[in-house]
């Protein structure tokens, strides 16, 4: 598939002038204020630093204890295929 030039201006056009207007995309691809996208990063911070995971399908958060546990789940936890991936991460934290 090969795009045009015209398509392409176009596309970057409108993301300009969507970000200029004070919009971002959101996780599902929808254009949204910055300032809401602000406040549900704030809601899902405040989450983590509290110790909580999101639950399920996303609409309940719950302690990680209770998620390493068992507690509260309908599927069994699996570990990561590579553990060692998850490194760079921690060290970042320390």
Not at 4 to 9: A, S
Not at 23 to 34: C, F, I, K, R, S
Not at 75 to 84: E, H, M
């Amino acid at each position: 598939m090969q795009i045009d030039k015209l398509t392409v201006t176009r596309f970057l056009r409108t993301v300009q002038n969507q970000v200029c207007g004070g919009l971002v995309l959101d996780d599902a691809g929808q254009w949204t204020p910055l300032e809401q996208a602000l406040d549900k990063e704030r809601r899902i911070l405040a989450h983590l630093e509290a110790g909580e995971v999101i639950h399920g399908d996303g609409d309940r958060w719950i302690p990680i204890e209770a998620a390493l546990s068992g507690d509260g789940r309908t599927t069994p936890l699996s570990p990561p295929d590579d553990p060692s991936a998850f490194d760079s991460l921690r060290s970042g934290l320390e």
